[in-house]
């Protein structure tokens, strides 16, 4: 997996999150616990920082990238970013579901529970009132949701992190980012024997 440093800041990530090999991080990013990143998403912190909260996922080919030192990007927790979602530098509060295809441009600030339905476009210095489902190219609300729904979403967050959780486990005990040349060693020697 490409654990890239830019500027002298590298990703921090925690033992306790499970990034895909085939996953790319670039930058100034902090990954916190029980975080999911999967295969094919870049995550580019070149100007600004990228912070994903506790239990929150981060589907196939999501891309993430800071484009000006004042768009951070700082995702909650229990957050699920969809398959092929692009997002610029923006805040997102807790439970909030990016469905698949869609962009969320800068500036936006997007309250507690909102979803995101797919393909649908945030565009840029728009903020979200909490629990509003929003569609469409620039994003309408359709209704709110109520405090139950934002109950399923946190579950299937923990959902995921479990999963992921459970195939980290059943790896070798060190994932490939953190590998060093003695590690690997370590690792054929014991295969070998």
């Known amino acids: 997996m490409p654990i890239i440093e830019y500027n002298g800041k590298k990703p921090q990530i925690s033992e306790k999150a499970y990034v895909s090999p085939n996953a790319t991080l670039i ?4 990954v916190n616990d029980d975080v999911v990143i999967w295969p094919g998403s870049i995550i580019r912190a070149e100007n600004a920082q990228i912070t994903i909260g506790e239990y929150s996922t981060i589907f196939n080919g999501v891309m993430m990238v800071t484009r000006s030192h004042q768009s ?3 995702i909650g927790r229990y957050c699920i970013i969809e398959t092929g979602v692009l997002i610029f530098g923006c805040i997102f509060q807790d439970y909030i579901q ?29 903020t979200i009132q909490e629990r509003a ?5 620039p994003v309408e609300k359709i209704r709110e949701q109520s405090r139950n729904d934002l109950l399923k979403v946190k579950e299937r967050a923990e959902h995921y992190s479990q999963m992921f959780i459970k195939i980290k486990n059943q790896l070798p005990n060190i994932q490939s ?11 054929l020697i014991d295969k070998i024997k």
């Open 27 to 30: 930058g100034d990013i902090v």
């Open 72 to 74: 951070p990007i700082i």
């Open 133 to 137: 489902i929003m569609k469409g190219i």
């Open 98 to 126: 990016v469905l698949e295809g869609s962009i969320i441009y800068e500036g936006a600030s997007i309250g507690e529970g909102v979803i995101i339905l797919e393909k649908s476009q945030v565009p840029s210095g728009l």
């Open 177 to 187: 980012y953190v590998l060093t040349l003695s590690d690997l060693m370590k690792l």
